[in-house]
């Protein structure tokens, strides 16, 4: 019912920036809340971000917090993180993922079993 498709990765110098998008089709005007998750060579996947539906709430890991933004425009249909400050330790595949259950943030979007929705990933490379 939702496809999401993530885009803006690449690479970039340490201290640089990127803004990743995610953009929803489909059924896109549920009132998801929505994460974004990495994975690194030989890692877990982990969280990085989450956004109420509204945009208001916020929640970051605290590998990123005061580095990386993220904020959406539902008229759009797609969520930012914008990312600062970039170390080679962000170096990963970054997915969007869209939770249908809640509109609101809990300590659930930490945990990628709460999402329904994944995109595909796009790589972020960060050199040192």
């Known amino acids: 019912q939702v496809q999401l498709v993530e885009s803006g990765g690449g690479l970039v110098q340490a201290g640089g920036s990127l803004r990743l998008s995610c953009t929803a089709s489909?059924?896109?005007?549920?009132?998801?809340?929505m994460g974004w998750f990495r994975q690194a060579p030989g890692k877990e996947r982990e969280f990085v971000a989450g956004?109420?539906?509204?945009?208001?709430?916020?929640f970051y890991a605290d590998s990123v917090k005061g580095r990386f933004t993220t904020s959406r425009d539902n008229a759009k249909n797609t969520v930012y993180l914008q990312m600062n400050s970039l170390k080679p330790e962000d170096t990963a595949v970054y997915y969007c993922a869209a939770d249908a259950m809640r509109s609101r943030i809990t300590t659930a979007q930490a945990r990628p079993e709460t999402y329904d929705y994944w995109g595909q990933g796009t790589q972020v490379t960060v050199s040192s």
């Open positions: 489909g059924r896109t005007f549920s009132r998801y809340t």
């Open positions: 956004i109420s539906w509204s945009g208001s709430s916020t």
